[in-house]
Protein backbone atom coordinates (compact mmCIF):
# COMPACT_ATOMS: atom_id res chain seq x y z
CA UNK A 1 0.00 0.00 0.00
CA UNK A 2 1.23 3.54 -1.28
CA UNK A 3 1.60 5.35 2.87
CA UNK A 4 0.49 9.28 2.38
CA UNK A 5 2.43 11.44 5.00
CA UNK A 6 1.60 15.22 5.74
CA UNK A 7 3.76 17.69 7.54
CA UNK A 8 2.86 19.29 9.50
CA UNK A 9 0.16 17.87 11.53
CA UNK A 10 -0.88 21.42 12.72
CA UNK A 11 -0.36 24.76 12.09
CA UNK A 12 -1.45 28.32 12.83
CA UNK A 13 -1.52 31.41 11.25
CA UNK A 14 -2.72 34.37 10.64
CA UNK A 15 -4.82 36.00 7.66
CA UNK A 16 -2.69 36.91 4.94
CA UNK A 17 -0.10 34.76 5.68
CA UNK A 18 1.69 32.39 3.24
CA UNK A 19 1.03 28.63 4.02
CA UNK A 20 2.67 25.68 2.38
CA UNK A 21 1.46 22.10 3.33
CA UNK A 22 3.59 19.30 2.29
CA UNK A 23 2.14 15.45 1.32
CA UNK A 24 5.12 12.60 0.66
CA UNK A 25 4.17 9.70 -0.91
CA UNK A 26 5.93 6.14 -0.25
CA UNK A 27 6.58 5.51 -3.65
CA UNK A 28 6.16 7.11 -6.69
CA UNK A 29 2.58 8.03 -7.43
CA UNK A 30 3.50 10.60 -11.13
CA UNK A 31 1.09 13.08 -10.49
CA UNK A 32 -2.39 11.18 -9.10
CA UNK A 33 -3.34 13.26 -5.99
CA UNK A 34 -5.60 15.50 -5.10
CA UNK A 35 -5.95 18.11 -1.98
CA UNK A 36 -9.56 18.38 -0.28
CA UNK A 37 -10.97 21.13 2.43
CA UNK A 38 -12.63 19.87 4.81
CA UNK A 39 -14.31 22.26 8.02
CA UNK A 40 -16.25 20.23 10.60
CA UNK A 41 -19.43 18.76 10.07
CA UNK A 42 -19.24 19.16 6.35
CA UNK A 43 -18.24 17.26 3.65
CA UNK A 44 -14.43 17.01 2.33
CA UNK A 45 -14.29 19.60 -0.85
CA UNK A 46 -12.17 19.17 -3.40
CA UNK A 47 -9.61 21.90 -4.46
CA UNK A 48 -6.92 20.53 -6.22
CA UNK A 49 -6.59 17.74 -8.38
CA UNK A 50 -3.62 15.53 -10.55
CA UNK A 51 -1.65 17.69 -8.19
CA UNK A 52 -1.93 20.93 -9.68
CA UNK A 53 -5.02 21.67 -11.79
CA UNK A 54 -6.97 23.86 -9.87
CA UNK A 55 -11.07 22.63 -9.48
CA UNK A 56 -13.59 24.88 -10.51
CA UNK A 57 -14.85 27.37 -8.87
CA UNK A 58 -12.08 27.69 -6.17
CA UNK A 59 -10.13 30.49 -5.70
CA UNK A 60 -6.83 30.93 -6.97
CA UNK A 61 -4.89 31.51 -3.65
CA UNK A 62 -5.03 27.67 -3.99
CA UNK A 63 -2.21 26.27 -5.76
CA UNK A 64 -0.74 22.76 -5.91
CA UNK A 65 2.71 21.79 -7.24
CA UNK A 66 4.92 17.95 -7.29
CA UNK A 67 5.07 14.78 -8.70
CA UNK A 68 6.17 11.83 -7.79
CA UNK A 69 6.83 11.32 -4.31
CA UNK A 70 6.50 14.98 -3.13
CA UNK A 71 3.72 17.31 -3.38
CA UNK A 72 2.45 20.74 -1.37
CA UNK A 73 -0.12 22.45 -1.14
CA UNK A 74 0.28 26.45 -0.86
CA UNK A 75 -2.25 28.92 -0.35
CA UNK A 76 -0.89 32.09 -0.88
CA UNK A 77 -3.26 34.54 1.48
CA UNK A 78 -4.90 33.23 3.98
CA UNK A 79 -8.65 34.06 4.47
CA UNK A 80 -10.27 33.73 7.00
CA UNK A 81 -12.80 31.07 5.39
CA UNK A 82 -9.27 29.07 4.99
CA UNK A 83 -9.24 28.24 8.66
CA UNK A 84 -10.01 24.50 8.10
CA UNK A 85 -8.30 20.33 7.61
CA UNK A 86 -6.33 19.74 4.69
CA UNK A 87 -6.25 16.29 3.57
CA UNK A 88 -3.99 15.01 0.31
CA UNK A 89 -5.52 11.74 -1.36
CA UNK A 90 -3.44 9.36 -3.96
CA UNK A 91 -5.59 7.67 -6.99
CA UNK A 92 -2.46 5.76 -8.13
CA UNK A 93 -3.63 2.67 -7.38
CA UNK A 94 -5.40 1.04 -5.21
CA UNK A 95 -6.04 0.55 -1.89
CA UNK A 96 -6.60 4.33 -2.24
CA UNK A 97 -4.89 6.27 0.80
CA UNK A 98 -5.45 9.81 2.41
CA UNK A 99 -2.98 11.85 4.11
CA UNK A 100 -3.43 11.85 8.06
CA UNK A 101 -4.57 15.65 7.84
CA UNK A 102 -3.08 19.39 8.49
CA UNK A 103 -5.16 21.47 10.59
CA UNK A 104 -4.91 25.27 10.02
CA UNK A 105 -5.90 27.30 12.54
CA UNK A 106 -6.35 31.12 13.56
CA UNK A 107 -2.94 32.29 15.18
CA UNK B 1 -27.14 20.90 -10.01
CA UNK B 2 -25.37 18.05 -9.30
CA UNK B 3 -25.98 16.04 -5.85
CA UNK B 4 -24.93 12.74 -4.27
CA UNK B 5 -27.38 12.18 -1.45
CA UNK B 6 -26.89 9.18 1.11
CA UNK B 7 -29.05 7.22 2.79
CA UNK B 8 -29.24 3.98 5.21
CA UNK B 9 -27.54 5.57 8.23
CA UNK B 10 -28.28 4.40 11.36
CA UNK B 11 -27.92 2.43 14.56
CA UNK B 12 -26.64 -1.41 14.98
CA UNK B 13 -25.46 -3.76 16.86
CA UNK B 14 -22.60 -5.67 16.34
CA UNK B 15 -22.45 -8.64 13.75
CA UNK B 16 -25.13 -6.79 12.43
CA UNK B 17 -26.10 -5.58 8.95
CA UNK B 18 -26.65 -2.24 7.23
CA UNK B 19 -26.89 -1.29 3.77
CA UNK B 20 -26.18 2.43 2.68
CA UNK B 21 -27.29 3.92 -0.01
CA UNK B 22 -26.05 6.95 -2.78
CA UNK B 23 -28.26 8.46 -5.28
CA UNK B 24 -27.02 10.83 -7.92
CA UNK B 25 -28.35 13.34 -10.06
CA UNK B 26 -27.50 16.60 -12.03
CA UNK B 27 -24.98 14.43 -13.56
CA UNK B 28 -24.24 11.03 -15.91
CA UNK B 29 -23.89 9.07 -13.05
CA UNK B 30 -23.25 5.96 -15.53
CA UNK B 31 -20.01 7.60 -16.69
CA UNK B 32 -18.13 7.74 -13.44
CA UNK B 33 -16.47 5.59 -10.92
CA UNK B 34 -17.47 6.21 -7.60
CA UNK B 35 -16.03 5.18 -3.82
CA UNK B 36 -17.09 5.36 -0.43
CA UNK B 37 -14.72 7.13 1.98
CA UNK B 38 -15.74 7.06 5.76
CA UNK B 39 -14.42 9.14 8.86
CA UNK B 40 -14.65 8.82 12.48
CA UNK B 41 -15.61 11.57 14.70
CA UNK B 42 -12.62 13.20 15.22
CA UNK B 43 -10.25 11.18 12.93
CA UNK B 44 -9.14 11.59 9.13
CA UNK B 45 -10.90 10.50 6.00
CA UNK B 46 -10.47 6.59 5.05
CA UNK B 47 -10.95 5.16 2.12
CA UNK B 48 -13.43 1.77 2.08
CA UNK B 49 -14.10 0.98 -1.38
CA UNK B 50 -14.62 2.00 -5.30
CA UNK B 51 -16.42 0.47 -8.29
CA UNK B 52 -16.00 1.73 -11.81
CA UNK B 53 -18.64 3.01 -13.97
CA UNK B 54 -20.05 -0.16 -15.28
CA UNK B 55 -19.80 -2.09 -11.89
CA UNK B 56 -17.82 -4.95 -13.03
CA UNK B 57 -14.66 -3.31 -11.13
CA UNK B 58 -14.64 -3.21 -7.27
CA UNK B 59 -11.69 -2.36 -5.01
CA UNK B 60 -11.78 -2.96 -1.15
CA UNK B 61 -9.80 -1.68 1.54
CA UNK B 62 -8.44 -4.74 3.46
CA UNK B 63 -10.20 -4.38 6.59
CA UNK B 64 -13.85 -4.46 5.23
CA UNK B 65 -12.88 -7.19 2.90
CA UNK B 66 -15.50 -9.96 3.04
CA UNK B 67 -17.46 -7.83 5.33
CA UNK B 68 -18.87 -4.94 2.51
CA UNK B 69 -19.80 -5.46 -0.96
CA UNK B 70 -20.18 -2.21 -3.04
CA UNK B 71 -22.86 -2.29 -6.24
CA UNK B 72 -24.35 0.12 -8.54
CA UNK B 73 -27.69 0.75 -10.19
CA UNK B 74 -26.57 2.76 -13.18
CA UNK B 75 -30.47 2.85 -14.19
CA UNK B 76 -31.19 4.08 -10.73
CA UNK B 77 -28.82 6.27 -10.52
CA UNK B 78 -27.53 5.01 -7.22
CA UNK B 79 -24.70 3.71 -5.49
CA UNK B 80 -24.93 0.56 -2.98
CA UNK B 81 -22.42 -0.30 0.24
CA UNK B 82 -23.70 -3.38 1.91
CA UNK B 83 -21.90 -4.00 5.44
CA UNK B 84 -21.97 -7.33 6.89
CA UNK B 85 -20.84 -8.26 10.22
CA UNK B 86 -20.29 -5.33 11.45
CA UNK B 87 -17.75 -3.76 14.36
CA UNK B 88 -17.49 -1.23 16.32
CA UNK B 89 -14.52 0.26 14.27
CA UNK B 90 -16.82 0.47 11.35
CA UNK B 91 -18.91 3.24 13.14
CA UNK B 92 -18.22 6.58 10.81
CA UNK B 93 -20.00 8.84 9.05
CA UNK B 94 -20.30 7.46 5.15
CA UNK B 95 -19.22 9.52 2.44
CA UNK B 96 -19.96 8.37 -1.40
CA UNK B 97 -18.07 10.56 -3.67
CA UNK B 98 -16.80 10.24 -7.65
CA UNK B 99 -13.61 8.57 -8.12
CA UNK B 100 -12.76 10.75 -11.14
CA UNK B 101 -11.26 14.01 -11.29
CA UNK B 102 -12.27 17.06 -12.07
CA UNK B 103 -15.76 15.64 -10.91
CA UNK B 104 -15.31 17.25 -7.13
CA UNK B 105 -18.90 16.52 -5.71
CA UNK B 106 -19.40 14.92 -1.99
CA UNK B 107 -22.53 13.55 -0.54
CA UNK B 108 -23.52 14.86 2.93
CA UNK B 109 -22.74 11.66 4.62
CA UNK B 110 -25.01 9.17 6.77
CA UNK B 111 -23.90 8.20 10.02
CA UNK B 112 -23.64 4.56 11.18
CA UNK B 113 -23.06 3.37 14.71
CA UNK B 114 -22.26 0.02 15.80
CA UNK B 115 -22.96 -0.67 19.92
CA UNK B 116 -24.76 -2.81 21.80
Known amino acids: DIQMTQSPSSVSASVGDRVTITCRAS??????LAWYQQKPGKAPKLLIY???NLQRGVPSRFSGSGSGTEFTLTISSLQPEDFATYYCQQAHSFPRTFGQGTKLDIK | EVQLVESGGGLVKPGGSLRLSCAGSGFTFSSYGMKWVRQALGKGLEWVSS????????YYADLVRGRFTISRDNAKNSLYLQMNSLRAEDTAVYYCASEQWPFGSWGQGTLVTVSS
Open chain 2, 51 to 58: ISSSGSDK
Open chain 1, 27 to 32: QDISTW
Open chain 1, 50 to 52: TAS
